[in-house]
């Protein structure tokens, strides 16, 4: 294992003071329990968004702290769950008084955790709302969840729905919003190679130099198949398929489209497959409105990238250009 990282057991710690040393004028960062926030929070008046995840997929969640998206992450350990009370913690921390939005992708820790986190702060006071995203057509069950995974969609929901909430809507709308993005989005991912989780030192899996993951999930979960390596055209192909197929997607439809790297990807690559897609969705009269390309929600060090497509409206659109200022993600201001 070759890594950029003092102890494996630091990993998670000494990032955080990376960001909070990186990133002061937009972020805070509190420690046990671990969560992000926003430098100016809580916003009064403002419905609090908050998502959460195992570390290891950075930038999501930590990176999209800040206006126009989320008020509050909670980084678990790498490819673990945050604990109910960093989760309870960040809730409060972010609470302005008219509600809480919880984003929980579809890991069935990530959801009993943040259902007790709720609960608690429920009882406290704070009325909590909760979106579960599972948008990857991959798998219908996979080794962590019920039903479909959480993945790429989650970047353009908490976008969107940090979106509304920063123009004040309240916490029924902002939460239907989120369901809105959710139920019209839909992703997938694939992998040419393993990632290497730190403390365990060696590759998730193992995979042949001529051969690549088709449905892969963010924390190195198999996917539908695995076969020998295949060109960039022929990869987007059988992704893009999967995924317009599945809603389905339909000619005359505006979408925004999101190529995502794993991590260990390089961006002429990832700009490659995107225009593979573009000619994809082209030649079914879709229409890509937006676009987003880069590594968003990774798998540590793994090769490979996923593809989420979102059927966007006038109103998403609006949203989407809405101003936003992160650590990743910033336009409009």
């Known amino acids: 294992m070759k890594k950029l990282i003092n102890k494996p057991e630091d990993v998670v710690k000494e990032s955080l003071a990376g960001v909070a040393a990186a990133h002061g004028d937009l972020v805070k960062v509190h420690y046990d329990p671990d969560y992000i926030v926003r430098a100016d929070g809580p916003v009064q008046g403002k419905v609090g968004?908050?998502?959460?995840?195992?570390?290891?997929?950075?930038?999501?969640?930590?990176?999209?702290?800040?206006?126009?998206?989320?008020?509050?992450?909670?980084?678990?350990?790498?490819f673990t769950s945050p604990t109910?009370?960093?989760?309870?913690?960040?809730?409060?921390?972010?609470?302005?008084?008219a509600g809480v939005l919880h984003i929980v992708k579809n890991?069935?820790?990530?959801?009993?955790?943040?259902?007790?986190?709720?609960?608690?702060?429920?009882?406290?006071?704070?009325?909590?709302?909760?979106?579960v995203t599972n948008d990857d057509v991959a798998v219908q069950d996979s080794l962590y969840t019920a039903g479909r995974r959480g993945v790429g969609i989650t970047v353009l929901a908490e976008k969107i729905s940090g979106a509304a909430a920063e123009r004040g809507d309240n916490l029924k709308a902002v939460a239907d919003m989120c369901r809105k993005v959710n139920a019209n989005g839909r992703s997938m991912g694939m992998a040419l190679t393993s990632c290497t989780v730190p403390a365990a030192g060696k590759p998730t899996f193992e995979i042949g130099d001529d051969e690549m993951e088709i449905g892969i999930g963010i924390h190195g979960e198999p996917g539908r198949e695995r076969m020998s390596l295949k060109?960039?055209?022929?990869?987007?192909?059988?992704?893009?398929?999967?995924?317009?197929?599945?809603?389905?997607?339909?000619?005359?439809?505006?979408?925004?489209?999101?190529?995502?790297?794993?991590?260990?990807?390089p961006l002429i690559e990832l700009y490659l497959v995107y225009n593979e897609l573009n000619r994809v969705c082209s030649g079914k009269g879709i229409t890509i409105a937006r676009r987003l390309v880069g590594n968003l929600i990774t798998s540590l060090d793994m090769a490979g990238c996923s593809i989420t497509l979102l059927k966007a409206d006038a109103e998403l659109l609006q949203l989407w250009d809405a101003p936003v200022h992160?650590?990743?993600?910033?336009?409009?201001?």
């Open 49 to 78: 968004v908050i998502s959460g995840g195992g570390s290891g997929h950075e930038p999501m969640h930590g990176g999209f702290v800040g206006m126009g998206m989320l008020d509050a992450a909670c980084p678990g350990d790498v």
């Open 107 to 131: 890991y069935t820790g990530d959801v009993m955790n943040f259902e007790m986190a709720a609960e608690i702060a429920q009882v406290g006071g704070i009325e909590v709302e909760a979106v």
């Open 326 to 333: 992160t650590p990743a993600l910033r336009w409009g201001v």
């Open 231 to 265: 060109s960039a055209r022929e990869v987007v192909d059988m992704m893009a398929e999967a995924i317009i197929s599945d809603l389905p997607y339909k000619s005359g439809d505006q979408v925004i489209a999101m190529v995502n790297g794993m991590g260990g990807t």
């Open 84 to 97: 109910p009370d960093q989760m309870e913690a960040a809730t409060k921390a972010v609470d302005g008084g």
